[in-house]
């Protein structure tokens, strides 16, 4: 499973990937939580529609710097942003518990990748 960590996160936190175009178009919908997060590239915006719990969503530019963070409840539409090239997404609190903020670069290891170099 990948991970990944921010400077204030005390461990790495689980990420799953969702790079196929159905993975994206799945998401979260008709799950009841999420253990760690969920990042799918590319993409520029998510919906809400289907979901049984509020999330965070945090969008990442190509270096995978955090260039907005919001939290959307069930049946919203994020407007599209076209600066952004992955989406990660999360239970709602759990990015602030994980310091992912405006600014903040997420270093992403994939199973038995090196870290990303920025």
């Given at each position: ?14 990420l ?6 159905r ?21 520029s ?10 999330i ?8 995978a ?54």
């Amino acid at each position: 499973m990948a991970t990944f960590t921010t400077t204030e996160t005390p461990e790495p936190v689980p990420l799953e990937l969702a790079e196929s175009g159905r993975a994206r178009r799945r998401g979260l919908l008709g799950r009841d939580g999420i253990e760690g997060a969920l990042l799918l590239t590319p993409a520029s915006s998510v919906h809400t529609f289907g979901m049984r719990f509020a999330i965070d969503v945090a969008y990442l530019d190509g270096k995978a710097r955090v260039r907005a963070v919001r939290t959307m409840r069930p049946g919203r539409v994020g407007l599209p942003r076209p600066w952004v090239r992955s989406v990660l997404e999360a239970e709602a609190g759990a990015l602030e518990r994980w310091g992912v903020r405006r600014g903040v670069r997420l270093t992403i290891r994939a199973d038995d990748a090196v870290p990303e170099d920025g």
